[in-house]
């Protein structure tokens, strides 16, 4: 933990500002694709949602069965000092499970 003073001599007033500041961990959430691949994404997916290439939610049922998308199969969290990262794991759909939404 970290303390910090700050001084604000704002109409000729002076004024000690206390703050803390902790330690910031932030939140990453990724996609993997099947070759390993991993591209970082703003938001939280859950498993068995189908998503396009780019990790985004499709709408069902699917216009045409020639897109390219994934299951999301598998989720895991890995927490280091400073960051959170939350994987999701993505299979690839077959034509036939397309078809089949």
Known sequence: ??????????????????????????NIREIVYPEGDRQEIPHNLYLNQIVDINGYLLDLPLNTSKIIAYKVYRKSTEETRNEVITSFFLEQLTVWELEGL
């Open 1 to 26: 933990m970290r303390h910090y003073y700050l001084t604000d001599f704002k109409y000729g007033v002076e004024s000690s500002l206390f703050l803390l500041c902790f330690n910031m961990k932030y």
